[in-house]
């Protein structure tokens, strides 16, 4: 049972490269997220999916798309990257209701 | 989004308790969190408490809820050196899928 795994752990872009992030869970979880982090600031809500077959905008979605692609796994891309989406991206996920949101290791991107 | 706010720093002494405090403005909050994350590491969750909850006792930890103010706080007896990280209080409702949403994190610095 390895709970929330996210690969890559770290990454170097140049901007306008793309890339896609990537989540997994094996907790049979209904609703995964995907937050960013940034020096100072706590979490920020990118993307969600509440079930499988949907998506969400969060509070900063812009730059980003996301696919579920199945119960298991839920992806995050860059399409252009730019400086500003350097960061430290957590993917997360819970059974229902959140009371217990499981976090996975983080993704470290740097865009240059 | 609806705000959530903490002081950013706080220091004690080996021993004594710490007491990290948290405010927020959504009243529909149905869960409030804490998790505590260490230097390059991913969020470990705490502890968290339901709103029509006013107390929560987990071993060192004390959670207060008072939910007329919005205030939440978590004591820490007996503190330690291992217990020096960031701690994000978080709350969480309906909207946005009970995606969470984080204060900025208060760093807690344990000196012997």
């Known amino acids: 049972n390895a709970g929330v795994t996210q690969t890559p752990k770290f990454q170097v872009l140049k901007t306008g490269q793309s890339m896609t992030l990537q989540c997994a869970q094996d907790m049979n979880h209904n609703s995964m997220y995907w937050y960013r982090q940034d020096p100072g600031m706590g979490l920020r809500l990118i993307y969600y999916s509440a079930s499988e077959g949907t998506t969400d905008k969060g509070e900063v979605p812009n730059g980003y798309n996301v696919s579920r692609l199945n119960k298991r796994e839920f992806s995050l891309r860059l399409e252009s990257a730019a400086p500003s989406q350097t960061s430290v991206y957590f993917c997360?996920?819970?059974?229902?209701?959140?009371?217990?949101?499981?976090f996975g290791p983080g993704t470290r991107l740097t865009v240059t | 989004g609806e705000d959530v706010e903490q002081s950013l720093f706080l220091s004690v002494r080996e021993g004594d308790s710490s007491v990290i405090n948290c405010t927020y403005t959504d009243s529909s909050s149905t869960y409030l969190y804490w998790y505590k994350q260490e230097p390059g590491a991913g969020l470990q969750l705490l502890t968290y408490?339901?709103?029509?909850?006013d107390m929560k006792q987990d071993q060192r930890l004390t959670v207060l809820l008072n939910k007329k103010d919005k205030h939440l706080s978590l004591r820490i007896a007996d503190t330690q050196t291992g217990d020096s990280a960031i701690y994000f209080c978080?709350?969480?409702?309906?909207?946005?899928?009970?995606?969470?949403?984080f204060g900025k994190g208060t760093s807690l610095l344990v000196t012997p």
């Open positions: 408490i339901f709103s029509n909850m």
């Open positions: 978080a709350e969480t409702n309906s909207n946005s899928g009970y995606a969470l949403n």
């Open positions: 997360a996920s819970t059974y229902r209701f959140a009371y217990e949101q499981y």
